[in-house]
C-alpha cells in the first residue's frame, strides 16, 4: 500500500507528463515571412501555420492576431490570408513596403508561444509621373537671355519610383526656341534667339516618360513662355518703309524723307513737312524711352533749328536768292536719352521754290470719252471726232499753263479698279478686254501739284460703244432726234410767249401814258408828251378848274383863304392874278428880257374864254350830282404819282449804287489784270534777256571758235609754204652739181630772192584775203608752186648755154 506521499507524487507525475503533452500542440511553429503583390484580391495566400496542434480540433488551441497591420489579414484554418476589398484596396504606396503582425497561440488562455509574421507588399506600376505644379507655371524671360543656357527646369515624380525621361513636342507651335540636352535632368535650354517685336508669348508641351516598365506610362505639361522686352533695337522714324522680311517675319523698314517746300519770303515760321511730322519712336515698343532729336549737318548757321524733343523745325532766316541755294539738305539724328549710342539719321529736303499764286484748274468739269469694243487688251479713250482724249490741268504759274511737277491720278473705286489708268501726259488707258458693251462710267480725274499740293479735280464721262457704232463728231451729233425737236418745240413756244408778253407791256405803257393828268394836259395844249415847258400853260387842267369838296372849301375859307378864291360855296377856281409868274432866268442868259418865245418851247395856243366857262358849267353840274367823287380821285390820283415818283427815284439810287459798285468791281478786275500782265510781261522781258543774254556768249563762243580756225588755217599754210621751199632747195641740190653750183651761186642767189619776195607777197595776199573763199587758196597756191619752179627753168637755159 502506497503511502500519502508515494500518492502524492504519482499523482504529480501524470499531471506533469499531461501538461507536457498538450503543451506539444503549440509547439512546432516559426515566424512567418511572406510576399504579397500590391491590388491583390481579398482572400490572396499568404502563409501557411507550421504548430502541431489543429486549432479547428476538440480541446484545440487557438490562434489570435495582433499587431500593427494584423487587420489586413485572417486565419483560415491552418493558413493566414489577405484582408481586403474592394473599398479597401492593398497599396503600396500608402501603406508601406511591409505589412507586420504578431501569431499568439493559447492553450487553456495561457499563452504557450508567439511568432512574428512579416509580409513584404511587392510594388507594381499602377502608378502614371506627376509633374510638380510649381515647375510647370508660367514663365517669364528677357529677350535677351543668351542662346544655349538654361532658362527653366520642370520636374516629375512616380509612387512607383521609375525612371523619368523628358521630352519636348516637336509638334508644339514653338518647340524649336527650347531643347532637353540631358532626358533625365529636365532641365530646358534656350535654342535660339528670342525677339520681342516678333512673338512675346511661346507655347510648348512637354512629356515626362517612364523608361524602365514595360507599361511606358506617361504624361505631359503645356508650359507658356512669356517673352519681356528688351533694350535691343534703335529708334526708328516713322512712316515706316519696308523693304524687306527675314526669316523670323520682322520687317526691315528704312527712314523715310522728309520734304517741305518754301519760298524766298518765309521766315520765322514752323516747317510742315511731308510725310510729316518729323517722329521717331523707340524699336522697343514696351519700353518706350525718350529720344532725343538733334540736326547733325545742313543748319547753315543756325538757319533751321529743331525741337529736341518734338523734332519741329523753324526757320529763323529767309532765303535771299533761291537759285543759288535751291534746296537745303538736312541729317536729324534722334538717339534713346539713356543711351545715346543708339540712335537712327533721317534726311529733311526743304526747297526754295518760287511764290504759288494760282492753284491748278481744269478748263471744264466734265470730259465726253467713248471706247468701241475690242478684244485688245489696252485702248486709248477717245472723244468727239476720234480724237484721243487728253486732261490736262492748267497753272497759271507758268507761262504756257503747263506745270512738270504735275501729277494725274484716277480716284479708285469698286467699279474701275483695275479698268482704267493715266498717263502723266493726261491720257486715259482702258483694258478693253474687260469691258462690255453699253458700259458707261463716270471716273474722276485728281491733278495734285507735286510742289504746292494743290489739287484739282475733273470727272471723265466714258461710254462703250459697240464695234460698228462710230464715235460722234459732235456732242449734238448722237442726240435723240426726238430729243432735239422737244427741245426746239420748247425754245420756240419760249419766243412767242417772250413777243406776246413784250407786245402787251408795250399796249399798257402807252395805255398809261395817256392816262395821266400830265398827258391830257399837253394834249389839250398841242404839245408832245416828252416836251418840257418852262412856264405853266395859259390854261388851267380840269384839277385846277375845279374841286368838288365841301370840307376842303370850309376849312379854307376859315383859313383866311377867302379873298384869293371866288365863285359860290362849294365851287372855287383860281383868280388868273393867282397864275405863277414865269420862272426867273438869270441875267445872263441869252433869252432872259425878252418877249420872244425861246427855241425849247411851243407856242402856246390861247383857248377862248367860252372854253372855260364851258368847263366850269360842266363842272358845276357835276358837283351837284356828287361833291366828293372828283375831288377825293384827284387826291389819290396825286398821291400815287407820288409814291410812283419816289419808287423811280429809290430804283435810281439803287440802280446808281449797283452801278457804282459793279464799276468798282471792274475796276479792281482790270487793275489785277494789267497788274498780271505787267507781271507777264517783266517775265517776258526778263526771259527775253536771258535768251539775248545766251545768244551774246553763243555768239563770242562762234567768234573765238572762227579765230582759231582761221589761225591754225594760217599756221598750216605757212607750215606748207616752208616744206616747199625746203623740198625745193633739195631738188636743186640733187639736180646740179657741187661745181656748177658754184658757177651759178650768184644768179642762183638773185632768183632765189625773187622766188622768197614773191612767196612773202603771197603770204601777204593770203593773210589781206582771210575772208575770200575756199575756191580763191588752190588758186593763190597754183601762183606760189608757179614761181618756186621758175629757178628750175632758169637753171636749164643756163646749162643749155
Not at 272 to 279: A, D, L, T
Not at 335 to 340: A, E, K, R, W
Amino acid at each position: 500500500m502506497l503511502n500519502p506521499w508515494g500518492l502524492f507524487l504519482c499523482q504529480l507525475a501524470i499531471n506533469t507528463s499531461y501538461h507536457v503533452i498538450k503543451a506539444s500542440l503549440c509547439l512546432g511553429g516559426s515566424d512567418i515571412f511572406a510576399t504579397v503583390s500590391e491590388n491583390r484580391p481579398v482572400g490572396e495566400f499568404i502563409a501557411n501555420l507550421s504548430i502541431v496542434g489543429d486549432p479547428t480540433g476538440v480541446n484545440s488551441i487557438r490562434l489570435c492576431l495582433t499587431g500593427e497591420n494584423a487587420n489586413w489579414f485572417y486565419l483560415e484554418g491552418r493558413t493566414i490570408r489577405l484582408n481586403s476589398s474592394i473599398l479597401r484596396v492593398l497599396d503600396r504606396e500608402r501603406q508601406g513596403s511591409v505589412l507586420m503582425a504578431a501569431l499568439t497561440c493559447y492553450e487553456d488562455d495561457i499563452i504557450q508561444s508567439e511568432y512574428r509574421v512579416m509580409v513584404e507588399i511587392l510594388n507594381e506600376n499602377d502608378n502614371k509621373p506627376r509633374f510638380l505644379e510649381k515647375t510647370i507655371q508660367p514663365r517669364y524671360i528677357s529677350e535677351l537671355t543668351a542662346v544655349n543656357s538654361v532658362v527653366f527646369t520642370v520636374k516629375a515624380i512616380d509612387a512607383d519610383g521609375d525612371t523619368i525621361t523628358y521630352i519636348i513636342d516637336s509638334a508644339s507651335p514653338d518647340a524649336s526656341y527650347f531643347r532637353i540636352d540631358l532626358p533625365n535632368s529636365g532641365k530646358v535650354i534656350l535654342d535660339k534667339p528670342l525677339d520681342y517685336e516678333t512673338k512675346t508669348k511661346l507655347q510648348l508641351v512637354i512629356y515626362a516618360v517612364e523608361t524602365n516598365t514595360k507599361e511606358w506610362y506617361n504624361t505631359s505639361a503645356s508650359l507658356i513662355v512669356n517673352v519681356e522686352d528688351g533694350d535691343d533695337h534703335y529708334p526708328q522714324f516713322l512712316p515706316c518703309t519696308p523693304i524687306s522680311q527675314d526669316h523670323n517675319h520682322t520687317v526691315v523698314c528704312t527712314n523715310p524723307i522728309y520734304v517741305v517746300n518754301i519760298t524766298e519770303k518765309d521766315q520765322d515760321m514752323l516747317l510742315n513737312f511731308s510725310p510729316g511730322p518729323i517722329h521717331a519712336e523707340d524699336g522697343d515698343r514696351s519700353l518706350d524711352t525718350p529720344l532725343l532729336y538733334s540736326i547733325l549737318s545742313g543748319a547753315d548757321k543756325n538757319r533751321f533749328q529743331i525741337d529736341n524733343q518734338t523734332a519741329e523745325i523753324t526757320m529763323t532766316k529767309r532765303v535771299e536768292n533761291r537759285h543759288m541755294t535751291p534746296i537745303f539738305r538736312l541729317r536729324i539724328m534722334a538717339s534713346q536719352l539713356n543711351d545715346p549710342k543708339k540712335y537712327s539719321v533721317a534726311t529733311a529736303l526743304v526747297r526754295v521754290l518760287a511764290e504759288n499764286r494760282f492753284p491748278p484748274l481744269f478748263n471744264r468739269t466734265t470730259y465726253k470719252g467713248f471706247i468701241i469694243e475690242s478684244s485688245s487688251p489696252a485702248t486709248l479713250v477717245s472723244t468727239y471726232g476720234n480724237e484721243v482724249l487728253f486732261i490736262q490741268a492748267i497753272d497759271q504759274d507758268f507761262v504756257d499753263g503747263v506745270n512738270p511737277k504735275m501729277h494725274y491720278s484716277l480716284q479708285p473705286t469698286r467699279a474701275t479698279t483695275g479698268l482704267y489708268h493715266i498717263t502723266e501726259e493726261g491720257v486715259i488707258i482702258a483694258k478693253t478686254d474687260r469691258l462690255r458693251s453699253f458700259d458707261r462710267l463716270i471716273l474722276e480725274v485728281v491733278a495734285m501739284d507735286e510742289e504746292s499740293g494743290e489739287v484739282a479735280k475733273a470727272s471723265v464721262d466714258i461710254e462703250l460703244l459697240q464695234r460698228s457704232q462710230p464715235i460722234p463728231w459732235t456732242p449734238f451729233r448722237d442726240m435723240d432726234v426726238r430729243i432735239a425737236g422737244g427741245i426746239m418745240g420748247g425754245m420756240l413756244l419760249l419766243l412767242v410767249t417772250t413777243l406776246f408778253l413784250l407786245i402787251r407791256w408795250a399796249k399798257r405803257r402807252r395805255r398809261r401814258q395817256r392816262q395821266t393828268p400830265s398827258g391830257r394836259g399837253a394834249v389839250a395844249l398841242g404839245k408832245h408828251l416828252k416836251v418840257v415847258n418852262s412856264g405853266r400853260p395859259m390854261i388851267p387842267l380840269v384839277e385846277e378848274v375845279s374841286y368838288q369838296n365841301e370840307g376842303f372849301s370850309i376849312d379854307y375859307e376859315a383859313s383866311g383863304g377867302s379873298g384869293s378864291l371866288f365863285g359860290r360855296h362849294g365851287v372855287y377856281t383860281r383868280k388868273q392874278s393867282l397864275i405863277p409868274p414865269p420862272p426867273r432866268c438869270h441875267s445872263s442868259h441869252p433869252d432872259c428880257g425878252s418877249g420872244t418865245v425861246t427855241g425849247d418851247m411851243l407856242p402856246i395856243l390861247a383857248a377862248p374864254e367860252p372854253l372855260v366857262k364851258d368847263l366850269t358849267a360842266a363842272l358845276i353840274s357835276n358837283s351837284r350830282k356828287g361833291d366828293n367823287t372828283i375831288s377825293t380821285g384827284a387826291v389819290t390820283k396825286d398821291e400815287k404819282e407820288r409814291n410812283k415818283q419816289r419808287d423811280m427815284e429809290k430804283e435810281e439810287e439803287r440802280n446808281k449804287q449797283r452801278d457804282m459798285e459793279k464799276e468798282e468791281e471792274r475796276n479792281k478786275q482790270r487793275d489785277m489784270e494789267k497788274e498780271e500782265e505787267r507781271d507777264k510781261q517783266r517775265d517776258m522781258e526778263k526771259e527775253e534777256e536771258r535768251k539775248k543774254q545766251r545768244d551774246m556768249e553763243k555768239e563770242e563762243e562762234r567768234n573765238k571758235q572762227r579765230d582759231m580756225e582761221k589761225e591754225e588755217e594760217r599756221d598750216k599754210q605757212r607750215d606748207m609754204e616752208k616744206e616747199e621751199e625746203r623740198e625745193w632747195e633739195k631738188q636743186w641740190e640733187r639736180a646740179v652739181g657741187t661745181k656748177e653750183k658754184r658757177n651759178s651761186e650768184g644768179e642762183r642767189t638773185d632768183k632765189s630772192r625773187d622766188v622768197l619776195g614773191a612767196s612773202s607777197e603771197t603770204a601777204d595776199v593770203s593773210e589781206a584775203s582771210e575772208d575770200q573763199t575756199n575756191t580763191e587758196k588752190p588758186q593763190s597756191h597754183r601762183m606760189k608752186t608757179h614761181h618756186i619752179r621758175e629757178p628750175k627753168d632758169g637753171h636749164k637755159s643756163s646749162s643749155e648755154e
